[in-house]
């Protein structure tokens, strides 16, 4: 391999030929080889986004000259055109502050820049104009956040919603029974049951767009500690416009610099929300493979699709793997939001620093959700129908029926021939008939399923 020296405050290092990052770039890559976990693309998108707008505010502003401004500008361009992929391959696992991620952005972009203009382009000194890493990685958590719910995580919950609020429809005449602590209770409609999940996908994307109100916030401005020391004075909130401009998100200054640096208050509070959804979508997948568990020796109320054999030694069964997957990812989110509740905690004095860490779980949570509830849509909820023969032999069975003849006879005669219908084995027809507390019209009339699944008062 050929290699090139490049210099930074400690000396010479070793650089590999076709690679435009620098010293300090190359120091991080070979002093944290720890896992495999790098950094997000999705961040370094970002990042590019940050330096474009830092370079055309400095520009504006009159302390970077246009011309390597604007060199800049276009090596940002180029960033977010996908052709300096190959030069991002820090770790996460480094600095907390991210102070070597931040640096081979501003590495590879000011050698970029150089090549487009012909002269050296400084990663200091011109790239990381009026900035720190310390209020630039901040910035980008927040950015990262706001784009990955907008663009990934709100489409995949929408398309679920919908497809579920369609079969709550389908099935809306589909009586069936319900069940509380596993245990058989009053009727519903099997498009009741559904409607709830509908209704989760719905409340969980409410609280995640109000959630994504408190990282609009942007750190940037705050350089070292959050006092701004050697950016412009109007640098913070016109670097916050151009950014909303570029990104057509409301992104504004953060109103408290000591704030932005030091605490992850916000990332934690929208993780948060991705572990409701999360709580919800555990619900959502256990009631699914419940209700189709059997398919003949268990509840067996829906069926779902047969996408591939369960089994490598019991011919012809299939399993709820796309369940098993997405509660799988639900378990993954669970311990991602335990780390970043801890990471967020570690806000010493300044500057809190556990933001990679941070930046990795967020940005995984919200891909893992997205894909999860993508795949569970297409490969298991779209194919739900109702086995009506089983819905209609479990309703048939149940004793709890007899909640419905509670305002005719009251609940401790009801409790009677409830209890004589399951000592004697007989119906529950029959033994309130036996009873002579009620005559056969008004049996047909209070025990009338359809009816039990709405108000039966007034």
Not at 129 to 145: E, Y
Not at 200 to 229: C, H, K, P, S, Y
Request: some cysteine; proline content about 5%; glycine content about 8%.
């Amino acid at each position: 391999m050929k290699y090139r020296i490049e210099k930074d405050s400690m000396g010479e290092v070793k650089v590999p030929f076709d690679k435009l990052w620098g010293a300090q770039t190359q120091r991080s890559f070979e002093n944290f080889r720890i896992g495999t976990e790098k950094m997000p693309e999705e961040l370094v998108s970002v990042m590019g986004i940050i330096k474009r707008a830092a370079a055309e505010v400095n520009k504006e502003l009159g302390v970077l000259p246009p011309n390597i401004a604007d060199a800049i500008i276009a090596a940002c361009d180029e960033l977010a055109e996908g052709k300096l992929a190959g030069n991002f391959p820090l770790s996460v696992w480094q600095t907390g502050s991210g102070t070597q991620f931040n640096m081979n952005i501003n590495e590879v972009l000011a050698n970029r820049a150089s090549q487009l203009l012909g002269e050296k382009v400084h990663p200091n000194d011109h790239v990381n104009k009026s900035q720190s890493s310390n209020d630039v990685f901040p910035t980008a958590l927040h950015m990262v956040g706001v784009h990955l719910l907008r663009v990934q995580l709100f489409p995949a919950m929408q398309a679920l919603e919908t497809v579920l609020w369609q079969k709550a429809e389908a099935f809306a005449a589909v009586v069936k029974i319900g069940r509380t602590h596993l245990m058989d209770a009053t009727p519903l409609t099997l498009g009741q049951e559904i409607s709830a999940w509908s209704r989760m996908l719905e409340r969980n994307r409410q609280m995640l767009e109000q959630g994504l109100g408190f990282i609009l916030d942007l750190a940037l401005g705050g350089t070292a500690v959050g006092t701004g020391i050697n950016s412009h004075p109007h640098f913070a909130v016109s670097v916050a416009q151009v950014i909303a401009r570029l990104t057509g998100e409301q992104f504004r200054s953060a109103p408290n610099k000591f704030h932005a640096l030091s605490s992850k208050d916000e990332i934690a509070v929208v993780h948060g929300m991705l572990k409701a959804l999360a709580a919800d979508l555990m619900k959502i997948a256990n009631d699914v493979r419940w209700l189709a568990s059997g398919p003949r020796c268990s509840i067996g109320e829906i069926t779902i699709p047969e996408n591939e054999p369960g089994s490598s030694i019991m011919p012809a069964k299939v399993n709820p793997t796309q369940a098993e997957a997405l509660t799988m990812v639900v378990t993954q989110v669970f311990g991602n939001d335990a780390t970043v509740g801890f990471a967020a905690s570690q806000g010493n004095f300044q500057l809190n620093v556990f933001m990679p860490v941070l930046a990795y779980n967020l940005v995984q949570s919200i891909r893992l959700l997205s894909d999860a509830m993508d795949s569970f849509r297409g490969h298991c909820v779209a194919g739900i129908e109702p086995n009506r023969e089983r819905i209609s032999h479990n309703l048939n069975q149940s004793l709890i029926l007899i909640t419905g003849l509670v305002p005719l006879i009251g609940y401790d005669r009801a409790a009677e021939i409830a209890k004589r219908a399951a000592k004697e084995g007989i119906t529950l027809r029959e033994a309130a008939l036996a009873s002579g507390y009620v005559n056969e019209s008004d049996y047909d009339s209070y025990m009338d399923p359809v009816k039990l699944v709405k108000p039966t008062l007034g």
